[in-house]
């Protein structure tokens, strides 16, 4: 069946602009996770959704970083007034619910901050 | 909360020969333990995984063992094989996950 899928799977913005990232869990699956995963490095919790509970929003490393989860599928990640540090790239994965653990990923979201 | 650290960063196998990857955790409430494959371009790909209440898991040419005593746990690739080229993640997770900064592997013919 279809994966997760996340769009655009490259992004190139200026500094200073705000993007929105998009990703589009597999059906069914009500917990989903954003993390960002830079150049050689491990990836990064950034927040969790799990159905119509409140998110947990603890990895977010700013506050120009926000995310939506609409209707308990679609999901988009804000990033308000990119700097370059943000440059990285942005990874989406859902599960079927939070207690089954098994978290299935996106092919992600390159972003370059010019 | 929770520290995961994973070695070597990377490692080098001929054809055939068996590859460890190894890593170490801090929570000791962290009752799952994933790995993940990641090839070039892709999103990671869970291989693996083993809960608290086991030591052992096999699936054909992989294994993870863990041990909650000390909290460290491993991923074994015999035969490897060039497919087997990519970067390895470790996870470990109570209900957030936290990830190891990875293991690039390069199987030589």
């Known amino acids: 069946g279809a994966g997760v899928s996340q769009s655009p799977s490259n992004k190139v913005t200026e500094k200073g602009k705000d993007v929105e990232l998009r990703c589009d869990p597999i059906?069914?699956?009500?917990?989903l996770y954003w993390y960002r995963q830079s150049l050689g490095q491990g990836l990064e919790f950034l927040i969790y959704f799990q159905g119509n509970s409140a998110p947990d929003k603890s990895g977010l490393p700013s506050d120009r970083f926000s995310a939506e989860r609409t209707g308990g599928s679609v999901s988009t990640l804000t990033i308000q007034r990119t700097q370059q540090e943000d440059s990285a790239v942005y990874l989406c994965?859902?599960?079927?619910?939070?207690?089954?653990?098994?978290?299935?990923f996106g092919p992600g979201t390159r972003l370059t901050v010019t | 909360g929770e520290n995961v650290e994973q070695h070597p960063s990377t490692l080098s196998v001929q054809e055939g020969d068996s590859a460890v990857i190894k890593c170490t955790y801090s929570d000791s409430a962290s009752n799952y333990f994933p790995w993940y494959k990641q090839e070039l371009g892709k999103g990671p790909q869970l291989i693996i995984d083993i809960r608290s209440n086991v030591g052992e898991k096999k699936d054909q040419r992989i294994a993870v063992t863990l041990n909650k005593t000390a909290k460290h746990f491993s991923l074994h690739i015999t035969e490897t094989q060039p497919e087997d080229s990519a970067v390895y993640f470790c996870?470990?997770?109570?209900?957030?996950?936290?990830f190891g900064t990875g293991t690039s592997l390069t199987v030589i013919p």
């Open positions: 059906s069914g699956h009500t917990a």
């Open positions: 996870a470990a997770s109570r209900s957030q996950f936290y």
């Open positions: 994965a859902s599960s079927l619910t939070r207690s089954s653990y098994e978290q299935y």
